[in-house]
């Protein structure tokens, strides 16, 4: 079975409760979603097609335990849930980063899902395919990215319809350069709302824009 991979690159993972590892990145191309806020414009484009052999020796080659499959959206392709498992079965922890636009229930079940409940200033919040909720395990993630006070009410009301926090990890993240991450804050500490606030690391590292990092 073979993928189309967008950039495959050594990194430390900047983002979810796994924040500053030593993390491998398989990335996928393409998407069919059209978030307003994608900072990953660039994997939309054609990638180059890839045995999962090739993939995965790739990674060992690397020498870190931990992988992420991201996107694009890597569960647009049939053959990303079975480079999870073989990435599994050499040892990984596998994270995936996933839209919540897709079935999960292909996932192997020992990944490390990191899913993503878009808001309504995405411009995506109706692609989210909510049957995915009750696919979630106690090892999963649930990740909200907002951009202003509506987003903000938007996932503490899911996230308290949903019981989301008794569920999973819930994670907090606002745009970049459209929302002060303080005033996010400022409104979880308000409401008194336990979930992990968290930034994209990897941007306070290296230039926002910069790709394979």
């Known amino acids: 079975?073979?993928?189309?991979?967008c950039e495959i690159f050594l990194s430390i993972q900047g983002e979810s409760?796994?924040?500053?590892?030593?993390?491998?990145?398989?990335?996928?191309?393409?998407?069919?979603?059209?978030?307003?806020w994608c900072d990953t414009e660039y994997a939309k484009l054609p990638g180059r097609i890839m045995d999962l052999g090739a993939i995965v020796a790739l990674v060992q080659e690397m020498g870190v335990n931990l992988v992420e499959l991201t996107g694009g959206e890597p569960l647009v392709q049939e053959?990303?849930?079975?480079?999870?498992?073989l990435l599994l079965q050499r040892g990984h922890t596998v994270l995936l980063e996933t839209s919540g636009a897709f079935d999960l229930s292909p996932v192997p079940r020992d990944v490390h899902v990191i899913m993503d409940i878009k808001c309504p200033s995405s411009g995506m919040a109706g692609r989210m395919l909510w049957?995915?909720?009750?696919?979630?395990?106690?090892?999963?993630?649930?990740?909200?990215?907002?951009?202003?006070?509506a987003d903000y009410e938007y996932a503490r009301h899911l996230i308290r319809e949903h019981r989301l926090?008794?569920?999973?990890?819930?994670?907090?993240?606002?745009?970049?350069?459209?929302?002060?991450?303080?005033?996010?804050?400022?409104?979880?500490?308000?409401d008194r709302l336990p979930v992990r606030f968290q930034l994209q690391l990897h941007k306070y590292i290296w230039p926002p824009d910069m790709r394979g990092v």
């Open 79 to 85: 053959a990303a849930p079975q480079l999870m498992s």
């Open 131 to 149: 049957p995915n909720l009750k696919l979630l395990l106690p090892h999963h993630q649930v990740k909200f990215v907002i951009s202003d006070r």
């Open 17 to 36: 409760s796994f924040a500053g590892l030593p993390c491998a990145f398989v990335r996928t191309a393409g998407c069919p979603l059209d978030c307003r």
């Open 165 to 190: 926090i008794e569920r999973v990890q819930v994670l907090l993240s606002v745009v970049a350069g459209r929302l002060d991450p303080r005033q996010a804050v400022q409104w979880m500490l308000e």
């Open 1 to 5: 079975m073979r993928l189309e991979i």
